[in-house]
């Protein structure tokens, strides 16, 4: 059985976010698509849940990070070569 790894992120504007991401050349699972949330397609076995606000909040019962304040994760995504990350 493969692990597949989801990261559940908060994003304030789902369009917008889509539209970047998009822009980069991600792709999205259209069936866990709607207007509160997104599947960005990262890897065969990664995905980033991109989920607005008031959706995030019905997975968690403390309050969400200030990420102006504060750091709550850092990830970082790894590309064969520094022309890759020129070309994002």
Do not use: H, Q
């Not at 504007?13 to 991600?26: P, Q, S």
């Not at 076995?45 to 989920?51: A, G, R, Y």
Request: with cysteine; charged share 30%.
């Amino acid at each position: 059985m493969t692990t597949r790894i989801f990261v559940n992120l908060l994003v304030k504007d789902l369009n917008k976010t889509i539209e970047f991401f998009a822009k980069l050349g991600f792709k999205f699972e259209p069936p866990f698509t709607d207007e509160n949330a997104t599947c960005m397609i990262v890897s065969e076995d990664i995905f980033f849940m991109l989920l607005v606000e008031e959706f995030f909040r019905t997975f968690i019962k403390k309050e969400i990070c200030d990420a102006s304040k504060n750091t709550e994760v850092i990830i970082a995504l790894s590309v064969e070569s520094r022309e890759r990350v020129d070309r994002w």
